[in-house]
């Protein structure tokens, strides 16, 4: 079983949708959780942290649930330049990151 | 802005030959990183450094070797390159050494081994 599992997609939505991405971990111990994006041929960036309470960024709302093990990223108002993919990261307090496959989003006009 | 900048875009080498991936960050990051970025496989981490002359293994460090001579500078080195190790490499900084903050990516460095 992966450390970081992802939903790999891909997710075909129109315009103005909502649509969620969830992420599963299996290290108990997993410290802080990342979503990054990556555009098709680029390097990934930092899209938000996921912190316990939730937190919201414009459209997008990040959650984590401890105890189940999983963070969720909510997209909503799909526009076109949403479409990439969406990196789930999870750091264990050993400074390590560990990057889930990815879940592909296509926003269609 | 940070800027990680990976020495090669694109390199195409033989099997059997030495590679060397270089990899400079300018924001006095602590940190630094590399991965391989593999379709159906994700990033998985090959090496990371959290000062100079420091190195740890990644997930997968058998057939990679590494150097940090300066703080700034990440070298990845393919001793006796093989087909298995055509992939991209993506070279990463964070601040803040054993801490797990934000990672910023070179543009990566695609590498074809024939």
């Known amino acids: 079983r992966k450390e970081v599992e992802q939903d790999p997609g891909p997710f075909n939505v129109p315009e103005g949708a909502t649509v969620a991405f969830n992420c599963t971990y299996s290290?108990?111990?997993?410290?802080?959780f990342f979503w990054y994006r990556q555009d098709c041929r680029k390097e990934p960036k930092l899209l938000m942290s996921v912190y316990s309470s939730g937190n919201e960024d414009g459209r997008f709302t990040a959650q984590l649930n401890r105890a189940s093990q999983y963070i969720s990223l909510l997209i909503r108002d799909s526009k076109l330049s949403d479409s990439a993919t969406y990196l789930c990261?999870?750091?264990?307090?050993?400074?390590?990151?560990?990057f889930g496959d990815g879940t592909t989003l296509t926003v269609k006009p | 802005d940070v800027k990680v900048t990976q020495s090669s875009r694109y390199l195409v080498k033989r099997t059997g030959e030495k590679v060397f991936l270089e990899c400079v960050q300018d924001m006095d990051h602590e940190n630094m990183f590399w991965y391989r970025q593999d379709p159906g496989l994700g990033l998985r981490l090959i090496y990371f450094s959290y000062d100079v002359k420091m190195k740890e293994k990644g997930d997968i460090p058998e057939g990679y070797s590494v150097s940090r001579e300066k703080k700034e500078r990440f070298s990845l080195i393919l001793e006796s390159a093989s087909t298995n190790q055509t992939s991209m490499y993506l070279c990463?900084?964070?601040w803040g050494t054993g801490r797990t903050g934000e990672l910023f990516f070179g543009e990566g460095s695609r590498l074809t081994v024939l």
């Open positions: 990463a900084s964070s």
């Open positions: 290290n108990s111990a997993s410290q802080s």
């Open positions: 990261v999870v750091n264990t307090n050993a400074g390590k990151s560990t």
